[in-house]
């Protein structure tokens, strides 16, 4: 690689020396391979429009060149293919060589910008005939080190002389030297709106250089030493730009002065470019540049680093000026983006409070209602995905409020990062803002609400003549200079505030020895949350259902976190969810828009209130709300029974009769949801019964088969597994395709074997068995009949979590045997006995189910439901709690151990399951009081009853058991630092480093686009894990393998550990995601003391904003020196010898 990346450069010196025509003519020649010699002659005439004396000072300086000897780039590339090589290379370059192909790649970008500033070596040289420029003393040493490096000698001298190579002066010159140095007129001959630059072939060349150009600033962080290629790229993007928009903090440093030069030069009028290209630079700028994270112990990178001082102030001031003087909304976004993700890379405090308060003024100050065309009573797309941007600039449906909300939310996920890793000032700055932009808009909604109740009555105080024609309605929405998507926007950014903030009054309760100015900062910070959650609570219901939508999603994440919480705001809540129930049944055929909106909101604080819910259910349940519009009604009815399904189960009857009555099949669905969710009040229940009263009512019913769908989904999620097994038995005459019957062939194996266990218990445990794996088959078949046809179909999680339950299913039947035994004898397995070896083998293998199933949490937590997240969790707590009460119940074979984790584990997974509870209740009355005092046959009918409670209780079923879409994949290159390592991984090679030295590797990679659009959490940090054993061995030397829970599971149990590997010992290595998806990581090793051979394990991972961390399925890329996650590595001895 080391001989690649010397070849390059030398390439790129010579191209650097060449003129620009000679680039052209090869990619013109590639496209038109029949061009003749007498068409080339002209286009290089128009190419070039100067004197003929230039014209052959190019040629003399070219054939100048090949007479110096550089043989080797005889046979030269084009431009852009040169760049795509140097950007393959660019992760095995040095840090010197990256900063000497950024510059040469920065010579070559001005050559298309000025076409006479390259190859023509004659004329520069004249122009710097009055100056005597010398190579700086740091980069001649870098210089020298790489040269002799390659095997060459380099020749002493401060200053450059005339003996010396002339490739001295062209890669040395600073840029503003250049710049005068080069021949151009003060002033562009083409305009703004012209649709080339001069030629077709040199439009088609530089725009296929901006092409390689994105690729190669991909591939690795900028340089923090040699930025002439950013201030080139600033000077495109607006030639003179002011610095008053911005605030310098070193103004009289020599960087900074030099900057001021270069944004004050005239040259750049002179560039070959247009608005469009502009344009195109501020797309690259926005998507694929990366800076250098800076760490903490080392301030000296970002306060004196060329890269801090004089480019990033340079491109946000070119930013700036060109966002005022763009020609469009959309444009102007562009290059707000720009600068937020500049300012966020950066990690400078004041840029990033500049950024932030430039935002969120232009979004509150702009009044202008954008979607006139569109009503307000639909619901509110999401126009700017997260980490995504529309591609299109004309497209309609661009609205610049929901732009810029939605890139308030990812600056404050991006910089905030996660949970208690986020930086307080900027928290409590980004919160005071925040509030009071909202505070504004909802007194002004406040204010014109109350005038125009006053309207409406002294309206109604008149006589009927003098009535308008078009009388104010209480249920339309209110007529306001402000537009509600402003607020929406604004609701969108503060609810991710919760994540970072709360809980603020359980913070000030452990921290009672804090200081008084700490506690007046924490005081004003609960006092913003308050005023938050109030002005969300007002906000319910609001006419405008996208502000609606808003303010229940941040309350609920608001009362999510902080339990104390609902004793202040319960009644407020339950006041102003009734009006908005009201707004919503009076709008006949717009109720379900508001229904969906304070749909969840209904469900989380039903959950969290058993009385709240009691008394909205009885206020739905009102005749008159009933009839005047039953969808609405019974959708929140289904919401309350999914949350609190007793309180559904005491007006089951009622349910029943407005079933019969209701005919129209939208209602009907919901009504039988909320009758399914009665199932979960009982442990145990007769399925033919459930079976007997529903059928015949579900049959009867006029809904079509894809609501038969959905409820035996549902019936599925409730353990109506009967009723779930009779819909998809019918659903299967009507499939229409091979892969929908064994779809639903699948569904109604499980969703038997399920109903055979609650009805049979350990009876029907032969028979659901294999019913599970005919299951499997099934879905195995499907995977292989559609992986040709869809890519992204996968039934991988499918069969991992029905491979589990069977073999739980089987681990049960061989424990029945044994515990059996142990009540006919009265006595346990004896030591050393093949029973006793076999009881050993299944409690471990009950732990090892148990990490599994963590295991498979922590691959697809992200990309999955909570409530399929809280199933997982469950069923690894149903496996730990099987093993400990073994374990009692065996107390004279085996060890009792795991006991100091008890109460924590049973407070995870679903609370309110009937599984759940059942366990609870046998752990406190049953399991916990098991002992060697108690006779072993007790002990054993003891088990078995639990063994059978636990078989006949409804088995929770994930969500997402539906959901057959792949995990996309992220891609992951890992390559041996090259400043420290001479070889990097290959396939079969180990890497060798001496004895006492550490592994130092350079991790970067890719999350697509693909991912962050299917994640259920946003993260902006990647993790990367590794172990390093030594190879024979179980011993980890340096292994990272300890991986957090997410927010609300930690919260729960902030002790148990998930380290299902290997025991941790170190964190794993984390650095920041860029807008884009591209991550940048060095990982150390620790010291490797003993000789011998190693093999260094990786895992890739992330940590969302809720400082939950998970892992991500990855790939390695195309180029990377090897594909596997093992590397092999020998550990050697020291060679003294020269």
Same mark, same amino acid.
């Given at each position: 690689?080391?001989?690649?990346?010397?070849?390059?450069?030398?390439?790129?010196?010579?191209?650097?020396?060449?003129?620009?025509?000679?680039?052209?003519?090869?990619?013109?020649?590639?496209?038109?391979?029949?061009?003749?010699?007498?068409?080339?002659?002209?286009?290089?005439?128009?190419?070039?429009?100067?004197?003929?004396?230039?014209?052959?000072?190019?040629?003399?300086?070219?054939?100048?060149?090949?007479?110096?000897?550089?043989?080797?780039?005889?046979?030269?590339?084009?431009?852009?293919?040169?760049?795509?090589?140097?950007?393959?290379?660019?992760?095995?370059?040095?840090?010197?060589?990256?900063?000497?192909?950024?510059?040469?790649?920065?010579?070559?970008?001005?050559?298309?910008?000025?076409?006479?500033?390259?190859?023509?070596? !004659?004329?520069?040289?004249?122009?710097?005939?009055?100056?005597?420029?010398?190579?700086?003393?740091?980069?001649?040493?870098?210089?020298?080190?790489?040269? %002799?490096?390659?095997?060459?000698?380099?020749?002493?001298?401060?200053?450059? =002389?005339?003996?010396?190579?002339?490739?001295?002066?062209?890669?040395?010159?600073?840029?503003?030297? +250049?710049?005068?140095?080069?021949?151009?007129?003060?002033?562009?001959?083409?305009?703004?709106?012209?649709?080339?630059?001069?030629?077709?072939?040199?439009?088609?060349?530089?725009?296929?250089?901006?092409?390689?150009?994105?690729?190669?600033?991909?591939? +690795?962080?900028?340089?923090?030493?040699?930025?002439?290629?950013?201030?080139?790229?600033?000077?495109?993007?607006?030639?003179?730009?002011?610095?008053?928009?911005?605030?310098?903090?070193?103004?009289?440093?020599?960087?900074?002065?030099?900057?001021?030069?270069?944004?004050?030069?005239?040259?750049?009028?002179?560039?070959?470019?247009?608005?469009?290209?502009?344009?195109?630079?501020?797309?690259?700028?926005?998507?694929?540049?990366?800076?250098?994270?800076?760490?903490?112990?080392?301030?000296?990178?970002?306060?004196?680093?060329?890269?801090?001082?004089?480019?990033?102030?340079?491109?946000?001031?070119?930013?700036?000026?060109?966002?005022?003087?763009?020609?469009?909304?959309?444009?102007?976004?562009?290059?707000? +983006?720009?600068?937020?993700?500049?300012?966020?890379?950066?990690?400078?405090?004041?840029?990033?409070?500049?950024?932030?308060?430039?935002?969120?003024?232009?979004?509150?100050?702009?009044?202008?209602?954008?979607?006139?065309?569109?009503?307000?009573?639909?619901?509110?797309?999401?126009?700017?995905?997260?980490?995504?941007?529309?591609?299109?600039?004309?497209?309609?449906?661009?609205?610049?409020?929901?732009?810029?909300?939605?890139?308030?939310?990812?600056?404050?996920?991006?910089?905030?990062?996660?949970?208690?890793?986020?930086?307080?000032?900027?928290?409590?700055?980004?919160?005071? =803002?925040?509030?009071?932009?909202?505070?504004?808009?909802?007194?002004?909604?406040?204010?014109?609400?109350?005038?125009?109740?006053?309207?409406?009555?002294?309206?109604?105080?008149?006589?009927?003549?003098?009535?308008?024609?078009?009388?104010?309605?209480?249920?339309?929405?209110?007529?306001?200079?402000?537009?509600?998507?402003?607020?929406?926007?604004?609701?969108?950014?503060?609810?991710?505030?919760?994540?970072?903030?709360?809980?603020?009054?359980?913070?000030?309760?452990?921290?009672?020895?804090?200081?008084?100015?700490?506690?007046?900062?924490?005081?004003?910070?609960?006092?913003?949350?308050?005023?938050?959650?109030?002005?969300?609570?007002?906000?319910?219901?609001?006419?405008?259902?996208?502000?609606?939508?808003?303010?229940?999603?941040?309350?609920?994440?608001? !009362? =999510?976190?902080?339990?104390?919480?609902?004793?202040?705001?319960?009644?407020?809540?339950?006041?102003?969810?009734?009006?908005?129930?009201?707004?919503?049944?009076?709008?006949?055929?717009?109720?379900?828009?508001?229904?969906?909106?304070?749909?969840?909101?209904?469900?989380? !604080?039903?959950?969290?209130?058993?009385?709240?819910?009691?008394?909205?259910?009885?206020?739905?349940?009102?005749?008159?709300?009933?009839?005047?519009?039953?969808?609405?009604?019974?959708?929140?009815?289904?919401?309350?029974?999914?949350?609190?399904?007793?309180?559904?189960?005491?007006?089951?009857?009622?349910?029943?009769?407005?079933?019969?009555?209701?005919?129209?099949?939208?209602?009907? /669905?919901?009504?039988?949801?909320?009758?399914?969710?009665?199932?979960?009040?009982?442990?145990?229940?007769?399925?033919?019964?459930?079976?007997?009263?529903?059928?015949?009512?579900?049959?009867?019913?006029?809904?079509?088969?894809?609501?038969?769908?959905?409820?035996?989904?549902?019936?599925?999620?409730?353990?109506?597994?009967?009723?779930?097994?009779?819909?998809?038995?019918?659903?299967?005459?009507?499939?229409?395709?091979?892969?929908?019957?064994?779809?639903?062939?699948?569904?109604?194996?499980?969703?038997?074997?399920?109903?055979?266990?609650?009805?049979?218990?350990?009876?029907?445990?032969?028979?659901?068995?294999?019913?599970?794996?005919?299951? *499997?088959?099934?879905?195995?078949?499907?995977?292989?009949?559609?992986?040709?046809?869809?890519?992204? !179909?996968?039934?991988?999680?499918?069969?991992?979590?029905?491979?589990?339950?069977?073999?739980?299913?089987?681990?049960?039947?061989?424990?029945?045997?044994?515990?059996?035994?142990?009540?006919?004898?009265?006595?346990?397995?004896?030591?050393?006995?093949?029973?006793?070896?076999?009881? /050993?083998?299944? *409690?471990?293998?009950?732990?090892?189910?148990?990490?599994?199933?963590?295991?498979?949490?922590?691959?697809?937590?992200?990309?999955?439901?909570?409530?399929?997240?809280?199933?997982?969790?469950?069923?690894?707590?149903?496996?730990?709690?099987?093993?400990?009460?073994?374990?009692?119940?065996?107390?004279?074979?085996?060890?009792?151990?795991?006991?100091?984790?008890?109460?924590?584990?049973? =407070?995870?997974?679903?609370?309110?399951?009937?599984?759940?509870?059942?366990?609870?209740?046998?752990?406190?009355?049953?399991?916990?009081?098991?002992?060697?005092?108690?006779?072993? /046959?007790?002990?054993?009918?003891?088990?078995? %009853?639990?063994?059978?409670?636990?078989?006949?209780?409804?088995?929770?079923?994930?969500?997402?058991?539906?959901?057959?879409?792949?995990?996309?994949?992220?891609?992951?290159?890992?390559?041996?630092?090259?400043?420290?390592?001479?070889?990097?991984?290959?396939?079969?090679?180990?890497?060798?480093?001496?004895?006492?030295?550490?592994?130092?590797?350079?991790?970067?990679?890719?999350?697509?686009?693909?991912?962050?659009?299917?994640?259920?959490?946003?993260?902006?940090?990647?993790?990367?894990?590794?172990?390093?054993?030594?190879?024979?061995?179980?011993?980890?030397?340096?292994?990272?393998?300890?991986?957090?829970?997410?927010?609300?599971?930690?919260?729960?149990?902030?002790?148990?550990?998930?380290?299902?590997?290997?025991?941790?010992?170190?964190?794993?290595?984390?650095?920041?995601?860029?807008?884009?998806?591209?991550?940048?990581?060095?990982?150390?090793?620790?010291?490797?003391?003993?000789?011998?051979?190693?093999?260094?394990?990786?895992?890739?991972?992330?940590?969302?904003?809720?400082?939950?961390?998970?892992?991500?399925?990855?790939?390695?890329?195309?180029?990377?020196?090897?594909?596997?996650?093992?590397?092999?590595?020998?550990?050697?001895?020291?060679?003294?010898?020269?």
């Amino acid at each position: 690689m080391k001989e690649e990346v010397r070849l390059l450069i030398k390439d790129l010196q010579y191209a650097c020396r060449q003129s620009l025509f000679d680039g052209i003519v090869r990619t013109a020649a590639a496209d038109d391979d029949d061009e003749e010699d007498t068409d080339t002659a002209i286009t290089k005439d128009r190419t070039f429009q100067g004197s003929s004396e230039t014209n052959i000072t190019v040629q003399h300086a070219a054939k100048r060149q090949r007479k110096d000897g550089d043989k080797a780039t005889c046979k030269s590339e084009s431009w852009d293919t040169l760049l795509v090589h140097a950007s393959t290379l660019l992760p095995y370059m040095t840090n010197y060589e990256h900063g000497q192909v950024s510059r040469l790649i920065g010579i070559m970008l001005l050559g298309f910008l000025l076409p006479q500033s390259t190859g023509n070596d !004659f004329f520069t040289l004249q122009n710097l005939s009055s100056h005597r420029m010398s190579v700086p003393s740091s980069q001649r040493q870098q210089q020298q080190k790489f040269q %002799q490096s390659s095997g060459h000698q380099q020749t002493s001298g401060e200053c450059v =002389s005339e003996n010396q190579d002339l490739s001295d002066y062209i890669i040395y010159m600073s840029l503003e030297e +250049r710049l005068e140095s080069s021949s151009h007129r003060y002033g562009n001959e083409f305009g703004e709106l012209d649709d080339s630059i001069i030629h077709e072939h040199l439009e088609n060349a530089f725009q296929s250089f901006l092409k390689s150009l994105k690729k190669f600033m991909l591939g +690795r962080p900028a340089h923090t030493t040699e930025v002439d290629i950013l201030h080139i790229l600033a000077m495109v993007i607006h030639p003179n730009p002011s610095d008053h928009c911005i605030r310098e903090t070193s103004s009289s440093s020599d960087i900074w002065e030099m900057t001021l030069r270069l944004m004050s030069s005239l040259v750049p009028h002179s560039f070959h470019v247009n608005y469009r290209h502009r344009k195109d630079i501020v797309q690259i700028i926005m998507d694929c540049l990366v800076l250098p994270e800076c760490e903490d112990e080392d301030t000296t990178i970002s306060q004196g680093a060329p890269l801090f001082e004089g480019a990033i102030p340079h491109l946000r001031t070119s930013l700036y000026a060109f966002g005022m003087a763009s020609m469009s909304q959309y444009d102007k976004h562009l290059s707000q +983006r720009a600068m937020i993700n500049i300012s966020i890379e950066s990690g400078m405090d004041h840029v990033v409070k500049e950024e932030w308060r430039r935002l969120l003024h232009r979004l509150v100050d702009d009044r202008t209602n954008y979607n006139t065309t569109t009503t307000t009573t639909t619901t509110t797309t999401t126009i700017v995905a997260p980490n995504s941007m529309i591609k299109h600039s004309n497209n309609k449906e661009f609205c610049p409020h929901q732009a810029r909300g939605e890139l308030l939310r990812e600056f404050l996920i991006r910089y905030s990062e996660a949970r208690y890793f986020a930086e307080e000032n900027f928290l409590q700055y980004a919160l005071s =803002s925040l509030t009071d932009a909202i505070e504004m808009q909802v007194d002004s909604w406040t204010k014109e609400e109350v005038e125009e109740a006053e309207k409406n009555s002294e309206s109604y105080n008149k006589s009927e003549a003098e009535i308008p024609a078009t009388k104010g309605d209480k249920n339309e929405p209110l007529s306001t200079n402000l537009p509600p998507c402003v607020l929406a926007s604004l609701l969108k950014a503060a609810k991710e505030l919760f994540h970072f903030l709360l809980p603020i009054k359980k913070d000030q309760q452990d921290n009672q020895d804090s200081d008084e100015d700490d506690e007046e900062e924490e005081s004003e910070d609960a006092h913003y949350r308050d005023m938050l959650i109030s002005m969300g609570v007002q906000l319910i219901h609001h006419n405008d259902p996208a502000i609606v939508n808003e303010a229940c999603t941040m309350l609920v994440l608001a !009362f =999510s976190y902080t339990k104390e919480l609902w004793d202040d705001y319960g009644e407020a809540v339950f006041d102003s969810v009734a009006i908005a129930i009201d707004i919503a049944i009076n709008r006949k055929g717009v109720g379900t828009a508001s229904t969906v909106s304070i749909e969840g909101l209904v469900s989380t !604080f039903c959950h969290r209130s058993l009385t709240f819910a009691v008394n909205l259910f009885r206020l739905l349940l009102k005749k008159e709300y009933r009839e005047r519009n039953p969808l609405v009604v019974f959708r929140l009815v289904a919401a309350i029974a999914n949350a609190r399904p007793a309180v559904a189960q005491k007006h089951r009857k009622a349910l029943v009769e407005s079933l019969k009555q209701i005919k129209d099949p939208d209602v009907n /669905k919901h009504i039988m949801a909320s009758i399914l969710s009665c199932r979960k009040t009982h442990y145990f229940a007769n399925e033919q019964d459930s079976l007997a009263n529903l059928m015949p009512i579900i049959s009867i019913s006029p809904i079509g088969n894809w609501d038969k769908y959905i409820i035996s989904r549902h019936a599925m999620l409730t353990g109506n597994y009967a009723v779930a097994k009779a819909l998809y038995s019918n659903l299967m005459n009507f499939a229409v395709s091979e892969t929908s019957f064994l779809w639903l062939s699948a569904l109604e194996k499980i969703a038997e074997g399920e109903a055979r266990l609650c009805n049979d218990a350990a009876m029907a445990l032969p028979e659901s068995t294999s019913n599970f794996r005919t299951a *499997i088959n099934s879905f195995r078949s499907l995977s292989v009949l559609k992986r040709v046809s869809d890519g992204k !179909f996968s039934t991988s999680f499918q069969i991992r979590l029905l491979d589990l339950r069977v073999s739980f299913l089987d681990l049960l039947t061989s424990m029945r045997q044994l515990t059996m035994e142990m009540r006919l004898i009265g006595d346990g397995p004896k030591k050393y006995t093949r029973p006793h070896l076999h009881l /050993k083998n299944m *409690i471990k293998l009950l732990d090892r189910m148990s990490t599994d199933y963590l295991k498979i949490y922590q691959q697809h937590g992200l990309f999955i439901c909570q409530q399929s997240k809280t199933v997982l969790r469950t069923l690894q707590t149903l496996c730990s709690f099987v093993a400990r009460a073994t374990r009692r119940a065996f107390v004279d074979s085996v060890v009792v151990v795991g006991e100091e984790n008890r109460n924590n584990l049973l =407070s995870c997974g679903e609370t309110s399951h009937p599984l759940t509870l059942f366990m609870k209740q046998l752990d406190s009355f049953a399991v916990s009081k098991m002992n060697q005092s108690i006779d072993p /046959k007790i002990r054993a009918e003891l088990l078995l %009853q639990i063994m059978d409670g636990v078989l006949k209780i409804p088995f929770p079923v994930p969500r997402c058991l539906t959901c057959t879409e792949a995990l996309p994949c992220a891609s992951l290159r890992l390559v041996c630092d090259p400043d420290i390592h001479d070889r990097t991984f290959s396939k079969g090679v180990p890497l060798e480093i001496d004895r006492g030295g550490s592994i130092v590797i350079l991790a970067s990679g890719i999350i697509p686009k693909s991912m962050l659009l299917c994640i259920q959490i946003p993260f902006s940090v990647v993790l990367l894990w590794y172990t390093i054993r030594p190879e024979g061995g179980s011993t980890s030397l340096a292994a990272s393998d300890n991986i957090k829970k997410s927010g609300d599971d930690a919260d729960a149990d902030n002790t148990h550990q998930m380290n299902f590997l290997s025991p941790s010992l170190m964190g794993p290595i984390a650095a920041s995601m860029s807008s884009n998806g591209t991550f940048f990581m060095k990982v150390k090793s620790q010291p490797l003391m003993k000789e011998g051979r190693y093999s260094i394990n990786f895992r890739l991972g992330c940590r969302d904003i809720r400082g939950g961390e998970w892992e991500i399925p990855h790939h390695f890329q195309e180029n990377s020196p090897t594909s596997a996650c093992s590397f092999p590595v020998n550990v050697v001895r020291p060679n003294r010898t020269k």
